[in-house]
């Protein structure tokens, strides 16, 4: 059973299931609205507990837990989309879960995500299944080299996730990526990676934020430049194919479109890589360098709200303090125009993301 969500009034409460900074980001953004958040995460030094009316400190399938959450928060809606599907069911019998959990299946599982993305119609690069390491041979021999392996749940950063090329012993491959059920990809000479952050309301209003080009180290994102130095034609291509995936899925909130430019013969062509149906890294330079941000946008669309049309103020750039990054953030604390955000994450770890800055340019 799903239960319809109605427009929520100022003082109403927004349940987020997860307490990272992009729940963090949301909490504080319902806020400026006059709305509360209530932040439910298994971990106990989460960084959205600092900024919310009510904290749950539980496992996601801790159904005690989760009665209590859902008997307080007015909708339920998720920072991060490996939430468990029996968490989302549960939860959406008792209070509006958005965007509809139906998404979460898709979206967990690269192998459900890239078919559908096909049956829309839309470019991927050319996958095949990998159940076993007996069907790595015949993928390998239908996609060629190099190609990249990817677990099919759970992967995230370039985690679970090795490239295959010419010479290289597949087996290595598939023990690299914990001998699990993948999905083998060709590996795409991209020229540049570009993401797109769409909003779609509760009336099926879509609007879509400026196309970002993502600089990724180490396959964790770099630096987001906006706007994407592609031609207009292009970029008016990938906030299409966004706006068709947000609709195909009748979603509400804000997701984000991670794809991939090539350079198809004289026309540069898009390719999606990845959905994320929640607010995204590379839209963080919405807090700074728009007139609404993508938390402010999510939390609208999930509280049954209007949309604000978004109007970029500048070029705009956001770097990830990564890691020990963020101990030399002194540097940035002092540059005129820079806007720096830190996380109040606790414990310093190599890959992790511990702030961003935005610097918003005239154009
Ligand atoms: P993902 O976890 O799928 O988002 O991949 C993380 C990063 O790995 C992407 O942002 C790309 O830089 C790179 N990557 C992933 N898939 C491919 C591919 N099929 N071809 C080339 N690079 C890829």
Redesign the pocket.
Known sequence: MTIAARPLDPDAIIGILGGGQLGRMLALSAASLGLKCHVLCPEPLSCAFDVVRRVTEADYVDKSALDRFADDVDVVTYEFENVPAETATFLAARKPVLPDPQVLATTQDRLVEKSWITSLGIAT?PFAPVGSLKELAPALAAIGRPA?L?TRRF????KG?ATIRTGDDAEAAWQEIGAQPAIL????P?ER?ISVVVARSIDGETLCFDVAENE?RD?ILKVSRVPAAVPAALADEARGIATRIAEAFDYVGVLAV?M?VVADGAAPAVMV??IAPRVHNSGHWTLDGCSVSQFEQHIRAVAGWPLATPVRRGRAEMVNLIGAEVEAVDKWLTVPGASVHLYGKPAVRDGRKMGHVTQVFEE
Not at 185 to 188: D, G, L, N, R
């Open positions: 690069a990249v990817k992967g995230y950063d370039g996730q990809e060709a590996f795409i991209f990676e990724h396959h991670e991939f890589n990845e």
